[in-house]
């Protein structure tokens, strides 16, 4: 059995740790993309309301009436998912080293 080598078993393989400063790196990216999202949905929704305002002042001859409520609405429809969008963020858990006080900081 001379030039036959052996591969060891995975679990045998030396595990590489993730160290504290990776994991919150990760957290911070995961974080800023889901806060990044935040001003495009509420510009989004305000210029649709914005654009619907208008084609119905256009339409129905009441300038500048109905792209004001179309603004309004639409700002309040883009608040609306901005907060959605914030609250789906998971928040830490009770244990997470991040969030506990030292009895320094009591």
Known sequence: MTGITTVPPPSAAPRRRIGLTAMVLA?????GACASD???????GTLIGAAMGFALDKYLDTQPWLLLVGVLLG????????????ASIPPAEAGDENNRKDEKDI
């Open 27 to 31: 957290m911070v990216l995961a974080l």
């Open 38 to 44: 935040a001003g495009p949905k509420q510009t989004g």
């Open 75 to 86: 700002g309040a429809a883009g608040c609306l998912t901005v907060y959605r969008t914030v």
